[in-house]
């Protein structure tokens, strides 16, 4: 290293300017950011004209994230110097490193005008577009580039870009066609999930599987396909398939709450409680979502009829006024038959509760019951629109008129 810095100041006391703007070219694009700096400030003094060491200048600033001194010497490159296009395309990443979208486009729409034919140009604006979700602006542009016969720009594939962007506006069918192109090309971690949760948007599963299990076997690792996989596989009543992968994404990662969840109702819709209660205990453990599993604990209880159980388990929620906690203690106290607290849940829960189907039916008969007949006949009536086919619920109104 000594010896380095003695070449370095060696060739900076007599070498001529061709060659030490060589060097620093050299030791730049190796990551050597103090001693290339060094050399492009001597020659900046030498020849203050010579923009392009400013660039280089700014670069390593930007680099060693001195963001304002980098914009500090962009700026001074002029618009008739032959650096001045690059310093605009730079200056619009800084900008966005510095969370200025509107003054980053500014500089692509200056750079746009300067050199209109540019597809670099063209796929900095189609980035700064999708960074922003304004993807009715980098759409046109990445299909643009597409068109023009470019598949890949700075290692990033527009097929993938294309498809993300129309993903995200909903537009699944004409995402999967762009996304399996990018397939083709590579087969990466991150389109094969993508690929598979357009097909899930689809439905269809098989698809999805297909892809998901084979993202599993060449990447455990990724823990984001655990819980696609198993709930796809769910769905097709793949039963035990989808407690196996549920389990090995726990292994995974022991922290994943919605597997646990998963788990719980999975053992639930084949009617069994037990296994369902035990995975919502360890859901409990964990305290993102710890309200989530105890409501959903209580739930089990309530299909028990351990009405006490459910109560102690849903007071352990200190100041909780989460609406389903509210309902699910009108609930219990309905079960235990201490109406007067049943209604004072119920009363708590329907605020947020009064578009939820199954919430407006039942609180609906609870009041029949207590005799208060006008509420109950409008909360059943606005039930009723939500399922116009329940002709228990309606045949009880047409008794009323």
Do not use: C
Not at 98 to 122: M, N, Y
Not at 313 to 323: A, E, R
Not at 375 to 384: E, G, I, Q, R, V
């Amino acid at each position: 290293m000594v010896e380095a810095n003695l070449q370095l100041e060696k060739a900076l006391k007599k070498d001529a300017e061709p060659v030490l703007a060589e060097l620093g070219e050299q030791l730049f694009e190796q990551g050597f950011l103090a001693e290339s700096s060094q050399i492009f400030k001597q020659l900046r003094q030498q020849n203050p004209n010579e923009y392009g060491y400013t660039l280089y200048l700014a670069e390593i600033a930007i680099e060693n994230e001195q963001l304002e001194e980098a914009s500090l010497l962009l700026e001074e490159i002029p618009e008739n110097h032959g650096t001045y296009l690059e310093s605009l395309l730079i200056s619009a990443d800084l900008y966005m490193e510095l969370a200025l979208p509107e003054v980053s486009e500014r500089k692509l729409k200056k750079a746009k005008q300067l050199a209109p034919s540019e597809p670099i140009i063209d796929f900095a604006l189609g980035e700064l577009y999708s960074a922003t979700e304004q993807f009715h602006h980098s759409i046109p542009i990445y299909e643009h580039l597409l068109d023009q016969g470019y598949e890949t720009i700075a290692e990033v594939n527009l097929f993938e870009r294309l498809g993300d962007g129309l993903s995200f506006i909903g537009e699944y069918e004409e995402a999967v066609y762009y996304l399996e192109q990018a397939l083709k090309d590579k087969r990466t971690d991150e389109r094969l999930f993508r690929l598979a949760v357009l097909y899930l948007q689809l439905n269809e599963r098989e698809k999805a599987i297909a892809l998901l299990q084979e993202l599993r076997a060449l990447n455990p690792l990724f823990d984001q396909v655990y819980l696609p996989l198993a709930s796809a596989l769910l769905d097709e009543d793949q039963f035990e398939e989808g407690i196996q992968i549920i389990n090995e994404g726990i292994k995974e990662n022991p922290y994943a709450i919605d597997l646990y969840h998963l788990a719980s109702d999975a053992y639930y819709r084949v009617h069994d409680l037990g296994r369902a209660e035990e995975y919502l205990r360890q859901g409990m453990g964990f305290e993102e979502d710890r309200e989530l599993s105890i409501i959903k604990l209580s739930g089990l209880m309530l299909q028990d009829e351990r009405y006490e159980e459910a109560i102690d388990t849903l007071n352990t929620l200190d100041n909780s006024v989460h609406p389903y906690v509210f309902w699910n203690l009108a609930q219990s106290y309905y079960g235990l038959e201490d109406y007067a607290k049943a209604a004072d849940y119920y009363q708590k829960a329907e605020p947020s509760l009064a578009h939820e189907p199954d919430f407006l039916r039942e609180y609906g008969l609870f009041l029949r019951e207590e005799g208060q007949r006008e509420k109950a006949s409008h909360l059943l009536t606005h039930y009723l629109q939500h399922v116009p086919d329940d002709a228990e619920i309606a045949q009880l109104l047409s008794e009323n008129d």
